[in-house]
């Protein structure tokens, strides 16, 4: 460990050409992009796995006794060439990638779970780390320490460190074949995606929908070099287009391509991939003592046990189908008017919702966008919403170079002037990017390591014809609050060792932060801040704003049944015990949603397993419940908030200091409780979601 970073990357063979050679000495460390070629991850990565395994050798072969220093803190500064390649990495895969990267990364995947095994099934080392946690309670350790101590302790113990040789080999290879299968569903999934797009030749088959979306597609079909039109696929069952489709036969086939994308019998087939993936991650578990994969999943989470999870999805299963039921009754009502006696199917939910939401709520998303601009939103409402709460500025930024010319980047700055982060966004849907929304980090805050984050919100919002304003619906502008709730979790972040920063907190803990700063979106102060039309500056009309408060709750009952669908065939694949045969997957999901009680022919999961993403590649097995899950706290800390005062200053303080700083500092249960007085209540939750007709606090 004496060996500074430069030696020991030449050490570990990596030539000074290259930009992951030293620490970047751009501000706050990041990337720099503009000097990284697709072909410098690959020797980076090796080099840096070569020197973290021989600083991880030192620290456990060193003749001194287990200290907390000479062998946690070591292990938290080991590894920094590897861990400053992959974040780059992990950030581009993700958001901006091609055939090479493709290729770099199914190459790495497996040797980067072998490179965590040799750490994690390390004797010597795991000898040290139990040597430490069995006297933890005479260290005279901070409680951070102690967290740090316990936190290395389970993970060695989940990783297998306890078993003999015999099993540690098997799960190596379990590991392995795991770590191969999850990148190669996110390669077909990809291009299933791609190649399930909806091409266009007859113009009238676009009725509905707006110039602007019509242009869009003229462009997106012009990029892929084709005639026509082309609607790209989302990644949810539902397509955003369909709300708009008057053609019922395109609708039809929108919807079709988009379910059955990853299912075609073809290279893009994702079924034999998911089939092996669950038998896999069932016997992972049986090796380590776990009935199943989802009771291995939640042993570290908040909700601690799949019959805990699988108990709240069951509670709002009920409310949650039956209103479903009366919105698909009301939409069957207007169909009926337009088109006689026929079935509403799954096609004709967002069309005829649309047309519902007009009817009851007078509420066009063609009336609202307008007044929904990006840059607006950004700055007079996600930012400034930011800034009642916790003071903090935002400094555009055109110096810090980044993956795609679409990247913007800003310094985010304390109430003092002081510089606390970096923030980029990257908003709008390439063919290269993943589906979806989410946030990473490409520089995690430490104290020991003197780091300071920089956080990346990705998304797919629509991209504007040329010379045309960003204009999004409510969905998009919640999305944007979301994202940047995670954000903050990883800006605020004031912790000692990196593995317990910012955002690297249990699954279902980790939604709270994002999904409470979405309430700030309908915030009348914030609200009215940045809701303003983009030609005009006009304010919203309040009429408009109050009916868009007012359709909260409209198609919650669908909004949240595709959810816990989802949710469930997630627990149906994840509760499979080791041994269980193949399943067939159409079937399997049918007798899961069947089982229950949450089966609708009209509103079929958010996604089926074929492309559901979060399960099979994006670390969600067994843990997309967690969103729900941090529902319930997210209702319930902002009744907290309405009740002692809203958008504060101090309030906002009294959230950073004893939530968003504090990581896997400490137990999500009891930083919640601390914060709130009492443990979470679900009742704020179902008020807000329109499942009950008054909170009950
Ligand atoms: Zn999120």
Redesign the pocket.
Known sequence: MAATTHESAVDAGLSPDNPFFEPSALPFETPPFDRIRDEDYLPAIEAGMRQHLTEVGQIADQPSAPTFENTLVALERSGQLLTRALKAFGAVTGANTNDTLQAVQRELAPRLAAHSDAILLNDRLFGRVRDLYDRRELLALGPEQRRLVERYHLDFVRAGAHLSDADKSRLRALNQEESTLSNEFQTRLLAATKAGALVIQDRSELDGLSESDIAAAAETAAERGSAGWVIALHNTTQQPAQESLRRRDVRQRLFGASVNRAMHDDANDTRAVIQRLAQLRAEHSALLGYPSAAAYALDDQMAKTPAAAIRLLDDVAGPASDKARAEAAQMRAVMQRELGDVPLEPWDWHFYAEQVRRAEYDLDEAEIKPYFELERVLRDGVFFAAHELFGITFVERSDIPVYHSDVRVFEVLESTGEPLALFMCDYFKRDNKNGG???DNLVDQSRLLGSRPVIVNVANLTRPAAGQPALLGFDDVTMMF??F??ALHGMFSDVEFPMLSGTNVPRDF??FP??FNEHWALEPQVFSNYARHHATGEPMPRALADRIRAARTFNQGFALTEYISAAVLDMAWHTLPAGAPQQAVREFETSALERHAIAMREVPPRYWSTYFAHIWEGGYNASYYA?LWAEVLDHDAYAWFTENGGLTRANGQRLREMILSRGATEDGAVLYREFRGRDPRPEPLLAERGLVSAPIL
């Open positions: 929304a989410w946030m979301h994202e709730g995670h980790v939604e994002s999904q969103y």
